[in-house]
């Protein structure tokens, strides 16, 4: 049986359906009718986690350079998988007994077998190497229940761009049961003091791949991404003066904001080159709006005392912030067309740092009451309902949405200094992100990419 042969016979490929997109090439594998999948509503108070196998890949040819895929692909994903808070994982990695895949076609599913498991869905994920060298994976998600396929893809690149390829698959996989997509391309900006000075790092969505952004060997904090992932503010104390750096990652490029007094808190306009951020050049601490080369647009709050924080809705058209304008820290939010400012909280004398969630729904925020700490609370923008996420877990700030709204992380003193840490969105399966030296505040996860206009 020749090359090519042994490949359409592993993977039963439909000539008709295959698209080469350079690095990747996805294949859209047949589906069944929306209703038939197993939907999770990331909103339910009482989440019930799903039930998936991911047995282990099932390999074309024994070439060790493919070693790396069988034996650490399968860990990786089902991690990554794992890592949604949606699932409960059992792997071919982890699982003993779990039984094996004969292979990755419906016709080679013994289903019965997978609801002996008590599984409810199932990942079946195939590769070899084309003969061009390139690594060919095709993945497939099946519906164990209704013996039948949910929905397949097909990617092809450099061997060494699996983990890319299966954080793909991850995200199709929550996508078919969420509706939300972006989580596992998106990555966290966040402050530390690892090196003995406030430094901005980013790391990708679970925790790796940490790098470290600025080099300042001062303070720097409040770090924010543009919507289109290529740009980061944050201020700066690496001149003296708090001043606000809007910084290029790729290239470095960028400009400094080193008006007299504060230049803090930025917040980038959704879809737009263009942010908002505390400054104090007049005087008072108020929110203006500048362009993404740091000009002064116009003041967006006129208050006699401090506005911080602004928060954008995913929309642009409602900017969140921080006023002190009641007397004490208090959430407050502006219509962007009509100027119209109203206030969200009134219970306790301390809420602060408003993140709108990416469908707009909700506004988690931070906020202190008696004899309770400083927890993370979550607002239903429509009724008013406060729901309390974090509880007697130490002091926990910061919160941001992941770009899909399944995940919100933040900053937790609950194992003594602060670390970042993750969970659903109904505050489920809290869990430290990752460890490193120091202390780690202020995470911001990236947006959903768009194109600026």
């Not at 794992?82 to 994982?89: I, N």
């Not at 933040?410 to 003594?416: H, P, T």
Request: charged share 20%; glycine share 10%.
């Amino acid at each position: 049986m020749g090359h090519e042969r042994k490949l359409k016979s592993l993977f039963s490929i439909v000539k008709s359906t295959v698209l080469l997109l350079g690095l990747l090439m996805m294949w859209p594998g047949g589906s069944v009718a929306v209703e038939d999948v197993p939907i999770i509503d990331i909103q339910a108070p009482f989440l019930r986690k799903i039930p998936i196998a991911i047995p282990a890949f099932v390999r074309m040819e024994n070439d060790d350079s493919l070693k790396d895929v069988a034996e650490k692909g399968v860990l990786y994903f089902s991690e990554a998988v794992d890592f949604s808070g949606y699932f409960k994982v059992q792997s071919g990695h982890e699982t003993p007994g779990l039984p094996v895949l004969e292979g990755i076609v419906t016709s080679k599913i013994d289903f019965s077998v997978w609801k002996q498991q008590g599984v409810e869905l199932l990942a079946t994920i195939g590769f070899a190497l084309d003969e061009a060298g390139q690594l060919e994976m095709e993945c497939r998600l099946f519906d164990v229940i209704q013996e039948n396929l949910i929905t397949g893809k097909r990617y092809r690149g450099p061997q060494g761009d699996y983990r890319r390829m299966l954080r793909l698959f991850a995200g199709e996989i929550l996508f078919q049961v969420t509706g939300r997509q972006g989580l596992y391309e998106s990555r966290l900006a966040f402050v530390s003091d690892a090196t003995g000075y406030k430094e901005i790092y980013t790391c990708d969505y679970d925790g790796t791949g940490v790098r470290q952004e600025t080099r300042d060997q001062s303070i720097a904090l409040s770090p924010a991404w543009s919507s289109d992932g290529n740009w980061l503010a944050y201020t700066s104390y690496k001149e003296g003066n708090p001043d606000l750096y809007i910084r290029h990652l790729a290239g470095g490029r960028g400009t400094v904001v080193s008006k007299p007094g504060l230049n803090v808190t930025p917040a980038w306009v959704p879809g737009a080159f263009q942010l908002a951020a505390t400054l104090s050049f007049e005087g008072y601490q108020n929110i203006y709006m500048l362009t993404g080369n740091g000009k002064v647009i116009k003041k967006l709050t006129h208050s006699w005392d401090i506005d911080v924080s602004p928060a954008f809705s995913p929309d642009g058209k409602q900017m969140a912030f921080v006023s002190r304008r009641s007397g004490s820290p208090q959430i407050y939010v502006k219509d962007m067309d009509s100027d119209q400012v109203r206030r969200l909280t009134f219970e306790g004398n301390y809420n602060t740092s408003p993140a709108f969630s990416p469908d707009g729904m909700h506004i988690a925020f931070v906020g202190m009451r008696r004899g309770e700490g400083i927890n993370i609370y979550r607002m239903d923008l429509e009724g008013g309902r406060v729901v309390q996420l974090t509880h007697n877990s130490g002091d926990n700030e910061d919160p941001t949405w992941s770009p899909d709204g399944s995940l919100i992380a933040f900053a937790s003193s609950r194992e003594g200094a602060f670390r970042l840490y993750v969970m659903t969105a109904y505050g489920t399966d809290q869990r430290r992100l990752f460890f490193m030296p120091g202390t780690q505040t202020t995470p911001r996860w990236s947006l959903k990419p768009v194109q600026f206009e």
